[in-house]
C-alpha cells in the first residue's frame, strides 16, 4: 500500500518542518524522520489506530505534538492533516474525500 498527501496536509508538513528549524538546527530534520517513521508505521497496518470522526483516524507523534489524520482508501491511505494537537479541533474536515452512499 501507498500514501497520498492531501495538498494541504503536505504544506502543513513543510510548514511545520520549517517551523522546528528555525527553532533550533536539525530540529526540522528530526520532526521529518518522526513524520516519515509514523507514515511506515500506518502503512504497516493502516486499521491499527484508533477512528477519531466517521472514518478518519489518528496516529499520535511521541516526541512533537502532532498527530497525523489519514483514511484508507481502495488503493492507498490518504493522509487528511499533520494537525498540531493543539489547534483548533476539525480545522480539516473539508479536506475528506466525497463518499458515495
Partial sequence: MRFEFHPE???EF??????YEGCRPRLGIAFINEIESILRWILEAPDRW???????????ARR????????IETDYVLIIAVMHCSRKPGYWRNRLPERSA
Avoid at 14 to 19: G, I, L, Q, V
Avoid at 64 to 71: A, E, K, N, Q, R
Fill in 9 to 11: 496536509a503536505r504544506i
Fill in 64 to 71: 512533537f505534538p502532532y498527530g497525523i489524520l489519514y483514511t
Fill in 14 to 19: 513543510r510548514e511545520s518542518a520549517a517551523f
Fill in 50 to 60: 484508533p477512528f477519531i470522526e466517521e472514518d478518519v483516524r489518528r496516529c499520535l
